[in-house]
């Protein structure tokens, strides 16, 4: 079963499948969340309120998406590579899309801990 998130507004309603979800990225006032189709659509709200919204409609399956930095909140589930070195985030399946992203050595240090820690259990 899929489960669909709805960003609504004043002038629109946004209805997504928290699979198809990449990431989503600040932009002042506003997010942006990019779908794994490349489709980009505005949300309007902050990052903070953004991830409120996740997590008040996702509840526990919220864990699925991670903040990362004062940009970024990402779907774990998408994280393919992560390279402290170039200070580069890749999200990807594998095969129909892949999304770079920068983010600080700090912040991918941190991702990978939990990452690591995660797959022990």
């Known amino acids: 079963m899929h489960k669909i998130?709805?960003?609504?507004?004043?002038?629109?309603?946004i209805r997504i499948d928290i699979q198809r979800i990449a990431y989503f990225?600040?932009?002042?006032?506003?997010?942006y969340f990019?779908?794994?189709?490349?489709l980009?659509?505005?949300?309007?709200?902050?990052?903070?309120h953004t991830e409120q919204a996740l997590a008040s409609q996702l509840g526990v399956q919220a864990h699925r998406f991670m903040r990362i930095g004062k940009r970024y909140i990402v779907n774990m589930q998408h994280i393919y590579q992560i390279d402290?070195?170039?200070?580069?985030?890749?999200?990807?399946d594998g095969s129909s899309f892949v999304f770079q992203l920068p983010?600080?050595?700090?912040?991918?240090?941190?991702?990978?801990?939990?990452?690591?820690e995660s797959a022990k259990k």
């Not at 990225?25 to 997010?31: A, F, L, P, R, V």
Request: with cysteine; charged share 20%; hydrophobic share 40%.
């Open 5 to 13: 998130i709805l960003f609504n507004s004043r002038d629109t309603l």
């Open 25 to 31: 990225e600040s932009d002042g006032n506003y997010t």
């Open 34 to 38: 990019v779908a794994t189709n490349k």
């Open 40 to 48: 980009r659509s505005c949300l309007t709200m902050n990052l903070a």
């Open 84 to 92: 402290t070195l170039k200070q580069m985030l890749t999200l990807s």
């Open 103 to 116: 983010v600080s050595k700090e912040a991918l240090k941190q991702v990978k801990a939990i990452l690591i």
